[in-house]
C-alpha cells in the first residue's frame, strides 16, 4: 500500500467515501493533513466529488480539480 501511493504519514488516504463513516474519516484526515477546520475539509471533499487524494493537493496547492485530478484529462477526449 505504501509504494502504490496510498498511505501518508501513518494514515490511509486512499479512503473511498461511500458511506457516511468513511466521509466523516475523510474529513478528519484533511483536517489534520491540511489544517483545515471541518466546514473548510467538507468544502473541498464536496468540491473533489469526495475523492479524498484529490481533495489533499487540492487544499495543499489551492488548485483546481481539473489541475489536481490527473485522470481529467482522459475525460476532456
Known sequence: ???LGYVTGNR???VQTRNVKLRARAIRILQSEAGLDEQQAETVLDAADGNLPVALVMSKTGQSREKADPRWKSREV
Open 1 to 3: 500500500m505504501i509504494k
Open 12 to 14: 490511509m488516504t486512499n
